[in-house]
């Protein structure tokens, strides 16, 4: 059996000890990817007072740096967006920012047949001050 780890440059360091990504045969398992700059460290969009304490952060900036960030992992195996076949959302406020990242995941998969399957869970927290993180399984080419 191919059995592979993933730790990539260009995607946020994990938080605690476990990899981006564990490759298993054709399927990549990735662990949650949030939307750390890899470079900065920094969540794109936050804003935050003179003492550093979180004010308010942009969920669609937020939204689109995961996908970045998922697309990298994807891309250091030769694969891409459309080879996810599963993936769980986690938003930390449901109510407020579920349409918006709807809206960028259509921008994504415009159509749902060939989308991946997907469950957005609301949550009170994330390990680190971001709002939204996701967790995907891919099926890749070969």
């Known amino acids: ?7 990539k440059d260009n995607a946020p360091r994990p938080v605690g000890s476990y990899p981006h990504a ?11 990817i949030g939307p750390r700059d890899p470079d900065t460290n920094q969540v794109s969009g936050d804003v935050r007072d003179a003492e550093g ?10 939204c689109r740096a995961v ?17 996810l076949v ?4 986690y938003l930390t406020d449901l109510p407020h920012d579920f349409r918006v990242f709807n809206e960028i995941w259509a921008e994504y998969f415009p159509e749902p047949e060939s989308a991946p399957c997907r469950t957005t869970v609301g949550v009170s927290w994330l390990p680190t ?5 996701m967790k995907c399984i891919a099926v890749l080419p070969g």
Do not use: C, W
Not at 22 to 32: A, E, K, P, Y
Not at 53 to 62: H, N, V
Not at 129 to 133: H, M, N, Q, T, Y
């Open 67 to 83: 996908f970045r960030n998922v697309r990298n992992v994807l891309g250091a195996v030769g694969g891409t967006l459309h080879d």
């Open 86 to 89: 599963d993936v769980t959302v």
């Open 53 to 62: 304490k979180l004010m308010s952060y942009d969920i669609e900036a937020q």
């Open 1 to 7: 059996m191919n059995d592979s780890i993933i730790l």
């Open 129 to 133: 001050p971001i709002a939204v993180e």
């Open 22 to 32: 564990r490759r298993v045969g054709n399927m990549l398992i990735m662990s949650g």
